[in-house]
């Protein structure tokens, strides 16, 4: 996907910091972080012990403010890597005046170091990038190394729910989920034709759907 640059960035991510988690990365490579940790205490940071939420490649924020909205029982963190993007997303909540939403402008593959074993209850994969190149399958939300560390991060009744419109990346998922560990339920494979209840429309859910295309969708629990 290409990027637009993002008009006054800088001031734009100041004027709300307060929603975005700050932290430092290290200065080692990826593959170097072995037991590496710098955990977040997000009981302070969001002042209650609330189950935690996590949406992975949350775009301009419009599933995830919508569900904190529902849900001032539980704690929602919205994760992006896309600075310009992710921004749109802090403007989102904080025009909602959500208090139970943060940000982290991060990698998916650096939240290990961050949030501690078993400390997630709810992951969202919405409409993650296909990567349809195989050789950029490792970089799909559902490679097998990313759902190590989703085992890691999920406590004992957590679960995964994806949803996509792409059907090659949805075949890939299914496969990988069933072979590294997880059970899969409640699978759609037009979502908005199912009689599945509380659906929250992201933003490219809704120009997917406008176009006519069947919106696939699992849950995945991992086997204990
Ligand atoms: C196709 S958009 C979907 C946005 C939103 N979830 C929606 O449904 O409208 C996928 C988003 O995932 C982000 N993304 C892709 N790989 C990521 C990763 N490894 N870590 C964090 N975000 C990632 C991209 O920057 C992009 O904004």
Same mark, same amino acid.
């Given at each position: 996907m290409r990027l637009r640059k993002t008009k006054n960035l800088e001031k734009r991510r100041e004027s709300c910091s307060e929603l975005r988690l700050p932290y430092t990365l290290p200065t080692f490579k990826l593959n170097e972080i072995k037991d590496y940790r710098q955990y977040f205490d997000l009981e302070e940071i969001f002042g209650n012990p609330n189950p935690l939420v996590l949406e992975i490649g949350?775009? *301009?924020?419009q599933f995830a403010c919508t569900y904190a909205e529902r849900n001032p029982d539980k704690n929602v963190l919205a994760v992006e890597c896309e600075a310009g993007v992710l921004v749109k997303a802090c403007e989102k909540a904080q025009n909602m005046g959500l208090s139970n939403i943060r940000f982290l402008e991060m990698k998916a593959e650096y939240l290990p170091i961050f949030l501690k074993p078993q400390s997630v209850s709810e992951i969202y994969l919405n409409f993650?990038?296909?990567?349809? *190149?195989k050789t950029y399958e490792k970089h799909r939300l559902t490679h097998k190394s990313f759902l190590e560390i989703y085992k890691t991060l999920l406590c004992s009744d957590g679960f995964i729910a994806q949803k996509t419109d792409n059907q090659g990346l949805f075949e890939f998922s299914l496969e990988s989920f069933s072979q590294n560990g997880f059970a899969l339920y409640n699978i759609s494979l037009d979502l908005h034709k199912s009689d599945f209840e509380g659906n929250i429309v992201t933003e490219y859910e809704q120009k997917f759907a406008e176009q006519g295309m069947p919106i696939y969708r699992l849950e995945a629990r991992p086997i204990l």
């Open positions: 949350c775009g *301009k924020g993650s990038t296909p990567f349809p *190149k």
